[in-house]
């Protein structure tokens, strides 16, 4: 029996637009899914780039505009990976016309504009889900299944940090990340280790930090001898207090030396403690206990078919899920959402909880 069809229009067809295509082209193959997905219609830069672009991705269709996928009656779902300063425009455009809305994060690069997106998506009444994809790891899952088992007791504290190096080379020219709108480091991955401690440990109440701008100046385009101010964090130390009482820091730095993939945690509890870093990402660390002795310390636990969705990848342990599976796990998430099962987030409400948390830590940097 053939599957209805769902007809997805991508916005975008950089970095985390291929990552979409793969996913979309992927998941059916893996996950038992109510609809067809079926990549319809991409809109990239100008005509020429997304005709270009649209053939590499397996998509039938190009446009230079992206408004014509938000108003296409032939488009269900509407995926966002355009540059950051432009979510909001196309999800509203894309929401008036009653589209399902997959966003990467962060959702805005405002408080105000996450809102008034929020807000829109309510009204619609259509299913909304933001790209923050490294909490579709199976290994972080086990992670908050464990910390609501009461396994390392009353959790205490959080140590987190998203750390990349590649704006660490003050020639790395100004682009949409460090434009004012782009939102800074802070925003740009610091919304990630945000929601980790989130979907970890619940809402954060309490936030305040400290911004630095590490290159003052950087050229104005590749190569270029003129340079221009840097109005925007490379790095951003905050303080957290969460809902729980349970208190920590988190760190966000896109300028670290020696670092490609330091997003990493530390949970510790009352009977233990829990560790995990994305560059080993098929294993969790497990503490029970706190006293010492010969055996005493972390213990890895290994990804594997135990760990939904693991199983739908490999039959067996310890050959590893990457990047682009969580993609597609995230994907498939989407997708059974849409077709009237749980919507497990982080949707666009989510996300505004997450950017008012980036809104407290940047407001006390001010």
Known sequence: MMKPELRIGLVGSGFMGRCHANAFH?????????????????????????????ASMGFARATGDWRTICTDPAIDLVAVTAP????????????SAGKHIYCEKPLSTTLKSAQCMTTAAQKAGVVTMVGFNFLRNPMIRLARELIEAGEIGEVVSFRGRHAENYMADPDAPH????????GGALADIGSHIISMARYLLGPITQATGQCRTIHKTRPIASGSAEHSPVLVDDVTFALVEFESGAAGTIEANWAASGRTMDLSWEITGT???????????????????????????????EAGPSHPPYGNFCPAPGHHL????????????????IGGGINPGPDFQEALEVQKVVSKIATSCS
Request: aromatic share 6%; glycine share 10%.
């Open 271 to 301: 009977k233990g403690a829990l560790a995990f870093s994305q560059e080993r990402m098929n294993e969790l660390l497990l503490c029970k206990g706190s006293g010492g002795g010969r055996t005493s310390g972390f213990t890895k636990i």
């Open 175 to 182: 682009s949409f990340r460090t434009d004012p709108d782009g």
């Open 84 to 95: 950051n300063v432009l979510h909001e425009p196309i999800v509203l455009a894309a929401l």
């Open 322 to 337: 990457g990047f682009n599976d969580l993609k597609v796990i995230e994907v498939a998430q989407l997708i059974d959402a």
């Open 26 to 54: 992927s998941v059916g193959g893996l996950f038992d899914l109510p609809f067809e997905p079926v990549c319809e219609t991409l809109a990239d830069i100008s005509e020429e780039a997304a005709a270009q672009n649209a």
